[in-house]
């Protein structure tokens, strides 16, 4: 498996997946010419593009899906609910209807639940043979049903939105403020921390940091609260870094 963040934050969100059989995107939420741009930067042709994971409907995780799916023909997955509140996609052959997990060959999505204020929203875990890819964003805390199916995968793209400090005395509106502390809102660079806690292993490779709030966070807050988090609960782990809006990772191979 290969993965890598093309982009990550409040103003748009995609990571690049590929399995033996499969090229993955995993939300298209820039414009279809930074994907594609980014696809060619590590040689991969958009016409390559088989599959589409969308995590939930907030724009700056599908702005591109329209346009993208006019001259690309991949398969879209997506719960029923998220598909009927779509309607850019009623006439759209290429629809995957799931509920909890998708199946495709020799790899296994599963589609777990999320706690976001938008349709049907989910997270995702990736696995194909022994190797794995968790994606939890976009959620205001993750349901205790999930640990044991989450522990110990190779790779945790996991959302570290913001620092609670900034957030409360920052400049958003106190109904924003709510929101986003609220169980329907994200997790804060102390839950960030908390859950990886839990959730790392043996296996662990790498965590990126995801979905970094440009107001209410920085790169620095984030990775100081969540070692700190580890080291707190006695794991040792410190491969972890933050993906940028508005710039591609490495490629990480499994």
Not at 38 to 61: F, G, M, Y
């Amino acid at each position: 498996m290969k993965v890598c963040v093309f982009a990550s934050g409040s103003k748009g969100n995609v990571t690049y997946i590929e399995t033996k059989n499969h090229h993955i995107l995993l939300d298209m939420g820039k414009t279809k010419k930074y994907i594609v741009d980014a696809l060619k930067k590590i040689d991969v042709k958009p016409e390559d593009i088989d599959i589409i994971l969308i995590s939930h409907l907030h724009t700056d995780h599908i702005s591109a899906l329209e346009t993208f799916i006019k001259s690309y023909k991949a398969t879209v997955c997506m719960p029923e609910e998220m598909f009927l509140s779509l309607d850019s996609l009623k006439n759209y052959d290429h629809i995957k209807i799931y509920d909890d997990e998708i199946d495709f060959e020799d790899l296994k999505i599963y589609a777990i639940k999320s706690s976001h204020d938008a349709v049907a929203s989910r997270n995702f875990i990736i696995e194909e043979g022994n190797s794995s890819i968790v994606q939890i964003t976009d959620t205001g805390y993750i349901r205790s049903k999930y640990f044991n199916l989450l522990k110990n995968r190779d790779i945790y793209l996991m959302e570290s939105n913001h620092d609670v400090e900034m957030l409360t005395h920052g400049p958003y509106p106190e109904w924003t403020k709510k929101r986003i502390l609220s169980d329907e809102g994200h997790l804060s660079n102390q839950a960030s921390g908390f859950y990886l806690a839990k959730l790392i292993g043996d296996k662990t490779k790498k965590v990126y940091l995801m979905h970094l709030s440009e107001i209410n966070n920085t790169p620095d807050a984030a990775l100081e609260t969540v070692k700190d988090s580890l080291k707190e609960y006695n794991v040792n782990f410190d491969n972890i870094e933050c993906a940028k809006p508005n710039e591609i990772s490495e490629v990480i191979v499994l």
